[in-house]
């Protein structure tokens, strides 16, 4: 132990302790000073297939995350979606609540954020209306909702998102979204 700690100081003083005692060359640190201890000279960088394959792998774990990842941010917007309706449906029932009856297909979900001037004016119209903010929200996907005030299937009231493309019908995250049906495809499971 003692040798070592004496080779160490020598390299230190800048003395190289392999060349004084006439060890191998080969085994020879690089460096000056304490540094040539660190870094033996057979110590080379990562070869270039080496880093292509830890770039491929790389590649492979981000694509796999990736999918999994939007597979869920699609699911996240419809139940988005869901809760929007519903906070929509809230404010109805308040209006109604206030004045007897809910808004017709022509004042459409613009009269949750703005009194009506045009057919049946309600009569207690809080200021600032029954949304917070000056507009109607739009759904996830920048849409916006369609409302009819009586409902097309014999509901008082009907708000649909016509989901991802913005279009009638669809499949998956494409299929429409009605205020109906939220809640009952749980209800018959």
Same mark, same amino acid.
């Given at each position: 132990?003692?040798?070592?700690?004496?080779?160490?100081?020598?390299?230190?003083?800048?003395?190289?302790? *392999?060349?004084?005692?006439g +060890?191998?060359t080969?085994?020879q640190?690089?460096?000056s000073?304490?540094?040539?201890?660190?870094?033996p000279?057979?110590? &080379?960088?990562m070869?270039?297939?080496?880093?292509?394959?830890?770039?491929?792998?790389?590649?492979?774990i981000?694509t796999? !995350?990736?999918?999994?990842?939007?597979?869920?941010?699609? /699911?996240?917007?419809?139940k988005?979606c869901?809760?929007?309706?519903? #906070?929509?449906?809230? *404010?109805?029932?308040?209006? &109604?609540r206030?004045n007897?009856?809910?808004? /017709?297909?022509? /004042?459409?979900?613009?009269a949750?954020?703005?009194?009506?001037?045009?057919?049946?004016?309600?009569?207690? %119209?809080?200021?600032?209306g029954?949304?917070?903010? #000056? *507009? !109607?929200p &739009?759904?996830?996907?920048?849409?916006e909702?369609?409302y %009819?005030?009586?409902?097309?299937h014999?509901?008082p009231?009907?708000i649909?998102?016509?989901?991802?493309?913005?279009q009638?019908?669809? +499949?998956?995250?494409? *299929?429409?979204?009605?205020?109906w +049906?939220?809640?009952?495809a749980?209800?018959?499971?």
């Amino acid at each position: 132990m003692l040798k070592i700690v004496k080779k160490m100081l020598r390299a230190t003083e800048g003395g190289s302790p *392999a060349v004084e005692s006439g +060890e191998d060359t080969n085994s020879q640190m690089r460096g000056s000073g304490r540094e040539r201890f660190l870094f033996p000279l057979n110590d &080379r960088g990562m070869t270039l297939i080496e880093i292509m394959v830890v770039v491929t792998i790389l590649g492979i774990i981000a694509t796999l !995350v990736t999918v999994n990842v939007i597979g869920r941010l699609d /699911q996240a917007k419809v139940k988005a979606c869901e809760t929007q309706i519903k #906070n929509l449906e809230t *404010a109805l029932d308040e209006f &109604r609540r206030d004045n007897g009856f809910y808004p /017709q297909t022509e /004042q459409g979900l613009k009269a949750l954020v703005e009194k009506p001037s045009t057919g049946r004016i309600p009569s207690s %119209y809080p200021k600032g209306g029954y949304i917070k903010g #000056n *507009a !109607v929200p &739009r759904d996830p996907w920048n849409c916006e909702f369609v409302y %009819y005030g009586p409902g097309l299937h014999g509901n008082p009231y009907e708000i649909t998102s016509l989901g991802a493309d913005c279009q009638e019908g669809g +499949e998956d995250t494409d *299929a429409d979204i009605n205020s109906w +049906e939220i809640g009952t495809a749980k209800e018959n499971q």
